[in-house]
């Protein structure tokens, strides 16, 4: 993970806008991101290793996330990317991420498209738009 890892640590960095008109929603990821990193450690960390999380701020801007994507590959040798809020955002990394052949876990982005076509990398931890309401309508066809 990034060069800050030690043989005791496991190192992640995540790009999120923590500055510009999205910083409300990267400080809410971030924060949970620090919660999940608090329980993980709590339980023994990874394989026995502490995460360490840093954070990236892209300012939610599609050409800063693509750079930051970057960095975290070719410097700081990420083995994955996971990370951003919005999905013109999560595009640019995915873009990275392909080019790269690294994994990248969309975990907030939305959009249908970051995970359609011929992405081998690029994989979805929440549901796209195109699902936001089969919960409901499955909750209402009930009744």
Request: with cysteine.
């Amino acid at each position: 993970m990034h060069a800050s890892a030690t043989l005791q640590t496991l190192g992640l960095t995540i790009p999120l806008p923590m500055t510009g008109p999205e910083a409300k929603f990267g400080q809410i990821q971030k924060r949970s991101y620090e919660i999940a990193a608090a329980e993980i450690n709590a339980q023994g960390g990874i394989k026995g290793k502490r995460l360490v999380l840093r954070f990236e701020d892209t300012r939610g801007k599609p050409e800063v996330s693509k750079e930051v994507a970057k960095k975290i590959i070719d410097v700081e040798n990420q083995a994955i990317l996971v990370g951003e809020y919005s999905s013109r955002c999560a595009k640019a990394v995915a873009a990275v991420a392909e080019e790269r052949k690294v994994p990248y876990l969309v975990v907030a982005s939305a959009a249908d498209d970051i995970t359609q076509g011929d992405n081998q990398y690029v994989f979805r931890q929440n549901v796209p738009n195109a699902h936001y309401t089969d919960g409901l309508i499955s909750f209402i066809s009930r009744w």
